[in-house]
């Protein structure tokens, strides 16, 4: 189970944790306004001014009774109101403020100095429209005055749940979210509107809390924890299928990384048959395959990286499905699956384990829809994946989502655009392929696998300063090291 500040709740059960905790006594904007201010007093304890901005919601609440404790605190704050509260709450607030002098603006002077920090307190988590001109110049000025910005739960005109803005928002450097995680603060624009995110629980009981919808990722690798006594039987055998002509680099990549990330054995077997060996990974047994039905045995079967359109492609990816290995399907697996209506029946009733790991564009074509319609609900379209396939289904991008077919997901935060190279995709079917052959769960080896794979980018970042260089034969040796911290990691804990 996800911990308290790990779980994702969808929107409808977070209103109803709001609506359970203000009826039990928790005054959730007290505790909100709390906790911004003191954000403020440890991030900026000499500030010398602040503005504070208080939409007509409860968010606006948040907002207006986080001035007033920084007034209490000898904060110079400017609060700007640009319309009337539509909250009782708020209204409350705002009468409050009024009462203490606070110096409260209803809009904002041209020539206003840009404070030490602005926070957003506009709009919140259930804002789903675009803005009209005078609210859209307001956050533009906002925006403008170059003042970092703090925003409350999730950045004004960002949808906190899509990651999609509305026709501007607030670019946040700092967002404070408030009882659960909201995926889209990692996702989509969301992952470069939000900036650093920190979650404040508000100290809200864990019996309020419904059943999380998912849950931001944070695997483990306690499950590859290798005894002393072991031989390369025991990690599994891995088959990449792949490497038409012209594209032999893309099956070598997931051969090696699945060697890089622990399989015992890996055998590539390319459509372009001109490779015997590869110099660089030796250790990859290489035989080229004319005949589907010659697959050598393995317990992973990794169909697609380079594999092309042209047959016997169609033939490789009917007959893997009908292995009884697990199957991890990437690149034009995936695009063959599209138009392949069969073929997507056979995956549904598979027994062993099947994972997809499908880019927007490869979605929407197994889809029939557009890539903007997937990218406008990254979670909807992966759910529906991964329902009609009845499999794990990996969608990459910004905030990777790794979803079962019960619908539960998880949300990656790792990685970032380091990663945004050609190859990324085929070392992570490897990783996948690998984790799988090592007696990982479909689900569980899907969320280690995007998780160190993104940790190898923040790794590259780290050690540069930069995102620019990062090839993917890199990434897979950077991904064994970061699987061997997480390895680590769990001997120490398990040591105690």
Known sequence: MPTQDQSILSLDALRQLERQANDAGYNLMQRAAMATADWVSHHLPSASRLLICAGPGNNGGDALYAALELMRRRFRVDVLVPTQPTSPATSEALHELEQAQGHVMFDLPRDYRAPQLVVD???????????????????????????????????????????????????????????????GLFSAAGADLAGNVELELLDCPPRLIPPAD?????????????????????????????????????ALLSGRSALACGAGKVHVCPLDGRLAVDPVAPELMISA?????????????????????????????????????????????????????????????????????????????????????????????????????????????????????????????????????AGQGDVLTGIIA???????????????????????????????????GLSASDTAWRASLMLNRLLQEGAQEQAL
């Open 214 to 250: 998912g849950c931001i990722n944070q695997p483990n690798a306690r499950a590859l924890l290798r005894p002393r006594n072991s031989h390369k039987g025991l990690f599994g055998t891995v088959c990449v299928i792949g490497g038409a002509p012209g594209m032999l680099g893309a």
């Open 434 to 468: 690998a984790l799988l052959a090592q007696h990982m769960e479909p689900f569980e080896a899907a969320s280690l696998a995007v998780h160190i794979h993104g940790l190898a980018g923040d790794d590259f970042e780290m050690e540069t300063g930069g995102p620019i």
């Open 289 to 421: 395959l004319d005949d589907p039905a010659a697959l050598p045995d393995a317990d992973v079967l990794a169909v697609g990286p380079g594999l092309g359109l042209q047959e016997p492609a169609g033939r490789l990816l009917s007959e893997a499905i009908q292995r009884p290995q697990a199957l991890v399907l990437d690149a034009d697996a995936l695009n063959l699956l599209a138009n392949d209506h069969a073929a997507a029946a056979l995956i549904a009733k598979r027994q062993a384990g099947t994972v997809l790991t499908p880019h927007p564009a490869e979605a929407a074509r197994l889809l029939g829809q557009s890539t903007e319609a997937v990218q406008k609900d990254r979670l909807l379209a992966a759910r529906r994946l991964a329902n009609h396939f009845n499999c794990v289904v990996v969608l990459k991008g910004a905030g990777s989502l790794i979803v079962g077919p019960d619908g539960f997901y998880h949300l990656n935060t790792s990685g970032g655009p380091a990663l945004a190279v």
């Open 121 to 183: 307190g506009l709009f919140g988590v259930g804002l789903s429209r675009d803005f009209d001109l005078e609210w859209t110049t307001l956050i533009d000025r906002i925006n403008q005055l170059g003042s970092p910005i703090l925003a409350l739960d999730c950045p004004s005109g960002l949808d906190a749940y899509s990651g999609v803005p509305a026709n501007t928002s607030i670019q946040a450097s700092h967002t404070l979210t408030f009882l659960c995680q909201k995926p």
